[in-house]
């Protein structure tokens, strides 16, 4: 029996999901930048590399990034062979290994992450799957805190 299968199933799931996509966009776009507009102005596909971490930050910073993401991917991994995980934990840590490990693939091979979920009507930084991941990891995490704190 596998321990926490929650955990690995979903971190397997969405990896899978963020890398298809993103190869998805690095087939289908000609250039860094092109853009395809679902709804014109308010959501588009646009094919970005970010050399920085999320929302762009530290820019050109790839070569230390990718380690970061090694070294919490190799953590949860054996976070989750040891422990005994709630089921909530399951998802939050699973969901962000997806995208620790998204997103670290890209910086190992490319030294860049492949971004293209473009908000253009908040003018919010383009993104991808394994930064949701990562986010909706932190969303379980914060709601399995708070449950566990009113127990």
């Not at 963020?18 to 679902?38: A, C, H, M, R, S």
């Not at 970061?68 to 962000?96: D, H, N, T």
Request: charged letters at 15%.
């Amino acid at each position: 029996m596998i321990k926490n299968k929650d955990f690995w199933i979903v971190a397997i799931i969405a990896l899978i999901l963020d890398q298809i996509t993103k190869y998805f966009v690095v087939i289908n776009f000609e250039n860094v930048g092109d853009t395809i507009p679902l709804w014109e102005g308010v959501f588009h596909l646009t094919y970005v590399q970010n050399t920085g971490a999320a929302f762009s930050f530290f820019q050109g910073g790839a070569g230390w990034l990718r380690w970061l993401s090694l070294v919490v991917s190799v953590g949860l991994m054996i976070f989750a062979w040891r422990e005994k995980l709630s089921q909530i934990e399951q998802l939050a840590y699973g969901f962000i290994l997806a995208g620790a490990l998204g997103n670290g693939i890209d910086r190992f091979f490319f030294g860049y992450v492949v971004d293209f979920f473009d908000f253009r009507l908040i003018n919010f930084p383009v993104f991808n799957i394994a930064d949701m991941c990562i986010n909706i990891g932190i969303i379980f995490l914060i709601y399995a805190t708070i449950k566990i704190s009113k127990i």
